[in-house]
Every structure is written in C-alpha cells, then in structure tokens.
C-alpha cells in the first residue's frame, strides 16, 4: 500500500459517561502506533492533537450532556478528517470517546459525496450507539453518534456535515453488538439498521460475518472503519469506560481486521475509547496498535505477501 496516513489525536472524552479517554491518543503513540504503521511501508504524518473545551462534568440539560463542547469538538474533528481526505491521505481519527464519529463520518461522507464515491462504514462496538435524547438513559452523547449521523438528534450535530442525514442506515454495518438499550433496540429496527450482533457471531462465525458486512462494495467505495476498542473482549481489553463481557476473541478480532485489510478498500479509520485510567501497563493500547497493523495488511499467518 502506497499511502500516506494521517494520525490525529482528539484528546476528549466529553461524551462518555467515565473520564480518561481523553487520554487515548498518547497512549497509542506510547505503544509504539506510528513505527508499526511504518513497518508496513506507510508514510505517517502525526498532526498532534486537536484542541477544544475541558469537560465540565455536569449533569444533561433536555437529555444531552454537554452539548455545546461535543458541537465544538466534532466541528474541530469534522474539518480535520475532511483536510486530510482532500489532501489525498488516510486520516485515522484517534479518541476521544465516540461521540467523535459524528465529525470525522461526517466528513468521510461529504468527501465521498463530492468525489461520487460510494460509502461503507463498518461500526465494530458492544453497542449499538443508536440512541437519543429521548431514549438514552445517561445523556452521554457517545451513545448516539450512529443516530446522529443518520439524522437524528439535535440540528447543531445533525447539520455538522453541512447535508442532512450525513448517512443513510443502509451504509453502515455494525459487528460485535452486545448491550442495546430497550428503546434504542426497538429504534435500531425501525431504522433497519443491519446489525451483526454476538450472537450471530457465535452462530456464524467472524469469516461469515465479516463476508457480509464487508459484501457488495465495488473499487469505488470507500470504507471507513470507525473501532470502539469495548469491541474487543475485556479479558483482553480492559482499557475501556463501558465493558461489557461476551466480545470477541483475539483470533477473532484479528481474522475481522485482516478480511478488512484483504479488501483494500479501507480509506478511513477511528479508533476510540481507549481508556488508559482503566488500562493494564497499557496493554489495551498495544493490542489496538497490533489490530490496527492488521487493518493495514500484517499477517500474522504464514501467507505470502500480496
Ligand atoms: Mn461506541
């Protein structure tokens, strides 16, 4: 791969409901994240961190926490993915919470609308996060990007990437989904959001899973991946705010990144939710560092190299 990629660190967690995802960004650049990137041959530009307001911690105003720093965030984040797809690189958004999803899928989605590129976002999470002010039970915004970026949610997020919805549901696959919310469950179906939940994993196995989601895209799409690292397992990743146990194995994790490596259509990343406060020596970090190799074409197996 030939390709120059782009790291930028949002250093918030003002959507989540536990503090210290902010700290995610170091923390990947700690284990070791732009020298792997480098081992696979890709040139990496690290454009530091962006900046924005503190996080508060107060309690939801009309069902939101912090609204007016989540708007100010995703602007921030919404124009910086959008340079770095306009300049011809691969951003990897590093979180952050995943309230951030809203501003750099957004931008994926004008960029792909102008360049009249198709547009596949692949949503690895525990969660749906498909709620909104009405449904959620916190007010933490990170629970509602995917809703938000289908247009539903308040007109200061929806309107981030300037069209309104900023994705149709039909665009996204989510994998991995095991914790969903009664409201937000009877929402996601309403939507026909298509969701490959744990169960259909166990059921189908991670190659039969990931041959759907990753089905009928052509060489114009672009795929996004947008990696909450509670995806994962938290036998091997604890480093997360919102656990929730029944997640994929390492093996499987892997097999997911690599069949999304093998299409060569990966065109944007995020990875958020890192949480170093409630990491292990950082293990978590270095797990997401060694999946992330994966997405971009290590093998861990003994194939020959394409
Ligand atoms: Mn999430």
């Not at 530091?48 to 965030?73: D, I, K, T």
Request: hydrophobic share 40%.
């Amino acid at each position: 791969m030939n390709k120059i990629v782009s790291l930028i660190g949002v250093p918030t967690d003002i959507g989540a409901g536990a503090r210290g995802a902010s700290m995610g960004p170091e923390a990947l650049r700690v284990a070791g994240l732009i020298p792997a990137l480098q081992g696979h041959g890709l040139q990496v530009l690290d454009r530091g961190n962006l900046s924005g307001p503190a996080n508060p911690w107060q309690p939801p105003v009309e069902g939101y926490r912090h609204l007016p720093e989540v708007v100010q965030w995703n602007q921030a984040t919404h124009e910086a993915v959008y340079a770095e797809l306009a300049a011809g690189h691969l951003p990897i958004m590093l979180g952050g919470d995943h309230c951030l999803g809203i501003g750099s899928i957004s931008a994926v989605a004008r960029w792909c609308r102008e360049q009249g590129k198709k547009l596949r976002v692949l949503w690895l999470d525990a969660h749906a996060d498909f709620n909104t002010n009405e449904l959620t039970p916190s007010g933490n915004v990170h629970g509602m990007p995917v809703a938000v970026l289908c247009g539903y949610g308040p007109k200061e997020l929806v309107e981030i990437g300037g069209t309104v919805p900023a994705i149709k549901p039909g665009v996204v696959r989510q994998i991995g989904i095991r914790s969903v919310d009664q409201g937000e469950k009877r929402f996601v179906h309403e939507v026909g959001l298509e969701v490959f939940d744990m169960r259909y994993i166990d059921e189908m196995g991670m190659r039969h899973t990931m041959e759907l989601a990753l089905g009928l895209m052509d060489p114009n799409t672009h795929l996004h991946v947008s990696f909450d690292v509670d995806f994962l397992d938290p036998e091997i990743a604890p480093g997360v705010g919102t656990t929730v146990p029944g997640g994929p194995t390492y093996r499987e994790a892997q097999l997911c990144m690599e069949m999304i490596a093998d299409t060569g259509l990966l065109g944007s990343l995020d990875v958020v939710e890192l949480n170093p406060a409630l990491d292990v020596r950082n293990k978590t970090a270095d797990l997401a560092v060694d999946l992330i190799e994966s997405l971009f074409g290590k093998s861990t197996l003994m194939r020959k190299d394409r």
